[in-house]
């Protein structure tokens, strides 16, 4: 499974990768906030998103997740 991770906290980004690949699956990238977000879909076509609810700026993750579906 291909995932990709949005997550404004660059630490805490790092971390839920290496948990994921724990798990077997394949991190395909990390973004930092909606623009690179949406781009990543784009490029990568994941098959998860793991996206942070609480993230600073404009968006919030439930809006990135709206945008993505």
């Not at 404004?8 to 394949?26: C, N, P, Q, R, T």
């Not at 395909?28 to 942070?52: C, F, S, W, Y």
């Not at 993230?55 to 997740?65: F, V």
């Amino acid at each position: 499974m291909r995932v990709v991770i949005c997550e404004d906290e660059i630490l805490i980004a790092e971390h839920l990768k290496v948990i994921v690949k724990s798990f077997g699956y394949e991190v395909v990238g990390i973004a930092h906030n909606k623009k690179e977000m949406l781009a990543l879909i784009d490029r990568v076509n994941p098959q998860i998103a793991l996206v942070d609810i609480r993230m600073e700026g404009h968006y919030d993750g439930i809006e990135i997740g709206d945008e993505i579906l």
